[in-house]
């Protein structure tokens, strides 16, 4: 069924590595629930541990479709996308006064991890497809600004504000890289920053008060003040070599907040020091590059923008949530790809691990 | 087809993708520096705050809000309580720390090993409270020794506190540890564990407006755990100050009045529903509550036969007695089955069937009209209109008056009583309903249930004009400096289904109970202002008169009443339970009440 060069371009280093990050965030998971596993009958680290292995099948499912086909198909998987995201709002499970869980069956799932991928199909398709004599003009950009602005919107009402902005650095960044005249650039900027505000009037007196709550800066600032304190306390604790596998003491003693999702990298670099620390940037390092590479590689320019766009999710993923535990930006919600602990955010990864391996394999087949 | 423009943007492309890829390399060196920084350059520095946690993050407990009585004077405050607490990781040698604590505070070790043993599993950081309202002497000590005591802190929080102890206890209501199906609860997701909520009453109806937003503070601690250096800090958000309708005086008046008899007293303004006072005997101490109550504290109010947590006033229910007549003289007016002028011969008993009924007067009451059927409350004359009207038209005017329904006042498990009527009567015994048993509803005995508030609230209507309120309790909700946020106004529930002239005339009547010669009500008869009300006496079984004597047995004193008689501003209602006679036993106690709100709203206290 397969051609056998599919086979001999399949890139084993980057699933590799892809799969080493993942167990090492398993291990890193363990560590974070050791102190609470006595009383735990089914932790975080087992649960990580099956997502995995749903996410490694989910990967090879996406690996076997052609991206192409995958890609003639991007509008209605968006759509999809949007749908879930829309049932999330009305039938999902609130869970600290948001609402971005779906329930399937036994499984809860985050309609907006999928969306980020959803989107990065549409836009690659639509600009492949737009037929362009010099640049791309802002006529050009009406579709897919529609298409961000209505995703962006129903992740904001959930409220999950770290990936509604994700949505929009990503968008932004990705029609930078496709070349849109620097003019067109800032008039895109500028009504972006219009219509934001015309979102709030959409917004219930709830959603609003989430919204408040959140960009409170009084409460927000002490709490993630202390939080990124306790943050910084934890990373650089493990000097050179780290304290030592289950030994992090910030996090064993729960003073890190969020230490399994989203400051799992600082109980890393607690227990495993700057080098572990360097080891993990190396790791991710070398997926982003391999993602640029393939982007070049790429057998037409839909390949091209898939792999563009998939580059800048994990990009701005990872930069983001590294600036944040480090204490360079301030706290916002954003996960560690691969390492922090969640289903939607581990398969959403895969998925991009797939699709990444999928456009390099098929890059000499025309 | 690749155009040569196509090939130029792809070389457009990679360039591009040159400069994502320089992206990559500079924020990552920049990680690597910051990383470098934190751990290398600043390593040593995080290790030792590390090791021995110096940052302590603290709450500051926002106060609960005041309640106020509708002068502004406290009826739940706060006090300080100073309480002594111990952080493990800060104690070194807990064994040590602890039997020197115990030395100084003259406790026993074992009760605060216990204290210690309660709190094990949590992170070494957190305090554990040992010792709550520590006297000043005691503080004192403690912070004198302090060098010797490491890792115990003193912690001043505010404490709920009712000025008053037990005045007005069931209407304001006592507070309770959280519990965990509470926590679990939406409206609670503001809370922690351990954090203290209404429980009844006011306390539980106004809980998200007393309820203010705890500030922290980040604090540096030195190596006893004492705070050397505060390093932020958000200020608690205040609560709400509610004002209530009630008066502090009025309120002990009536509680005074009534005594340590079980029962139950109310008094409203009849022209919009605000409750002025609302007594419940007996009373209990909420301030047992504001920290955990101790389990023999509890036990005992939780085992004591007279109930002291309940509120009789919306929770007790208890035939109306002859306070029923006035829904059936309405009723038989309305409906006209007699006229004010048809009278009945009274000669002490009624027969119906095989069975006669007696008149409470021996010898009867002669020819009895309505006017004298109310004023001397005579049974015969009622037994007439009942046997008349039947129980469903008895039922769908008392229904008209309020009874059978919640009087939907804002207070937890009010009860909704009971209107017998035909229906219910079947499906309840399985047989028809008995003629003898209309009798005794005309007369208010049998199986009508009320509580105190729905019949006063029928009488204030009576007086009112003839408006059903929903009673209220809150006058306003301000914020802490005082910034009026709500007012309450009051609501109307419905009309009572009486015409004017029929309305005066039983006023007329009522009037007659307290101010004519042969009134059953004239103890509750005032010199200055014409009180109108009515007697009741509500059988608690149907026994010899010899065993009514004991108290267990002893009918309950109704008696319900408003002033002056004409454009009255002031109603109230008395349940002696077992008190008696209602003319005896409650009216007095009306009048006291009603004499009072004459005297504080001369002085402009009302």
Known sequence: ?366 | MRSEFDSFYDKQLHTRLGVAYFAVVLVFGLLGLRLWFLQMAEGAKYRKLSEHNYIRIQKIKAPRGLILDTNGQVLAGNRPSFDICLVPQDARELGLVTTRLAGLLSLEPPYLKQRMEKSRGRPPFEAIKLKTDVSRDNLGLVLTHRLDLPGVVIEAIPVRYYPHGTLACHLLGHLGEISLRELARDDFSLYAMGDFVGKSGVEQTMERHLKGIDGQYQAEVDAVGYKINTMGRVDPVPAHTITLTISLELQKTAEEALGDRPGAVIAIDPRDGRILAMASSPAFDPNLFSRNISSPDWELLINDPQHPLMNRCTQSLHPPGSTYKLITAAAALEEGVVTPHTSFFCNGSFRCGRRSYRCWKEGGHGMVSLMKGVVESCDVYFYNLGSLLGPDRIATYAKGFGFGAPTKIELEDEKPGLVPTSGWYRARFGIPWQSGDTLSVAIGQGANQITPLQLLMAYAALANGGTLYTPFYVEKIASAEGEPTKRFVPIPRGQLPLSNKNRGLLIEALSGVVNSPSGTGGRARLSHIEVAGKTGTAQVVGIGKALRQSTVFKDHAWFVAFAPKNEARIAVVVLVEHGGHGGSAAAPVAKKIISRFCELEGGGYV
């Open chain 1, 1 to 366: 069924m397969f051609d056998r060069r599919l086979i001999s371009n399949f890139d084993w280093v980057l699933f590799a590595t892809a799969l080493g990050m993942s167990i090492l965030g398993i291990l890193n998971l363990y560590s974070a629930c050791y102190f609470s596993l006595a009383h735990t009958s089914n932790p975080y680290y087992l649960k990580q541990l099956y997502w995995l292995v749903i996410s490694v099948f989910v990967s090879f499912v996406v690996i076997s479709v052609d991206y192409q086909v995958l890609s003639q198909r991007a509008y209605l998987l968006h759509g999809v996308s949007l749908f879930l995201l829309l049932a999330a709002l009305v039938v999902g499970k609130p869970t600290a006064g948001t609402q971005r869980w779906l329930q399937l069956g036994g499984f809860s799932f985050q309609p907006s991890e999928l969306s980020k991928i959803t989107l990065v199909l549409l836009l690659s398709r639509y600009f492949s497809e737009v037929t362009v004599s010099k640049y791309y003009t802002l006529r050009d950009f009406c579709v897919p600004l529609l298409a961000t602005l209505l995703t962006f919107f129903l992740v904001f009402l959930e409220p999950d504000l770290g990936t509604a902005g994700l949505l929009f650095l990503i968008f932004f960044s990705f029609v930078f890289l496709v070349r849109l005249v620097f003019k067109h650039i800032v008039q895109l900027f500028l009504s972006g920053v219009v219509l934001l505000p015309c979102a709030w009037f959409f917004l219930e007196d709830y959603q609003k008060r989430r919204v408040l709550a959140f960009l409170n800066p009084g409460k927000a600032s002490l709490e993630a003040g202390y939080h990124a304190i306790q943050s910084k306390i934890a990373i650089g604790s493990g000097m050179l070599f780290g304290k030592g596998f289950l030994n992090g003491t910030q996090s064993q003693l729960r003073f890190l907040p969020e230490q399994h999702t989203d400051f799992v990298f600082s109980m890393w670099a607690e227990e495993w020091g700057f080098v572990g620390a360097m080891v993990l940037m190396v790791l991710f390092f070398l997926v982003l590059s391999k993602a640029l590479k393939f982007a070049v590689q790429a057998r037409d320019r839909l390949g091209s923008f898939i792999a563009i766009g998939l580059f800048l999710i994990l990009f701005w993923q990872v930069s983001i949530n590294l600036s944040m535990v480090t204490g360079l930006l301030p706290i916002v919600g954003v996960p560690l790809p691969f390492i922090s602990y969640g289903g939607s955010s581990l398969i959403s990864t895969w998925v991009i691990v797939g699709l990444l391996i999928n456009i390099k394999m098929r890059r000499l087949m025309f």
